[in-house]
């Protein structure tokens, strides 16, 4: 089973189809049996990480989320919510990625919007991808290259545009956005 997280975020509904498309059934859900049996769960979302977060910790969710083993899939928000803290709203996030999250600087177009190349992989979520990849970014935070990063986009200055600790991976773009390139890594991910 795949299960998708339905917290305070949008854009879930275009995940659940780009699942499907790949021929697998997912359930959108926010109870902890669901997710923590499930065979892989992705954590989606679009919106405020303050809003997000209080919305998780009412239902102990981020508490779930910890405790998840199998892998699990942070995309956008998702991933800026699996990071320690975030400068938006000063939010304190899950911390399963020791790394910060951190507004762009005024030197460009914020939020950082359309299409933007990631390079050095380091994960087998990125098999099968070609080299300088094209994907499809929309936010105005970023997280902080760390120990975690297992690939790079550079706008305004080089960040994470992927992270990864154990059985948590987790994408800045939008992979269920990003035409061919999206869906391999996505297919990548449901074939762990």
Known sequence: MIAILKYNAGNIRSVQNAVARLGYQSIITDNPNDLLAADKVIFPGVGEAGTAMNYLKSRNLDLVIKDIKNPLLGICLGLQLLCKHSEESDTECIGVFDTAVRKFPPKDKVPHIGWNN???????????IPNSADLYFVHSYFAEQSIHTIAT?????????????NNFYAVQFHPEKSAIVGEQILKNFLSL
Do not use: G, M, W
């Not at 990631?118 to 099968?128: D, H, T, V």
């Not at 550079?154 to 600790?165: C, E, G, K, M």
């Open 118 to 128: 990631i390079y050095e992989y380091k994960s087998q979520i990125f098999n099968n």
């Open 153 to 165: 986009c550079s706008y305004i200055l080089p960040y994470s545009a992927a992270l990864q600790n």
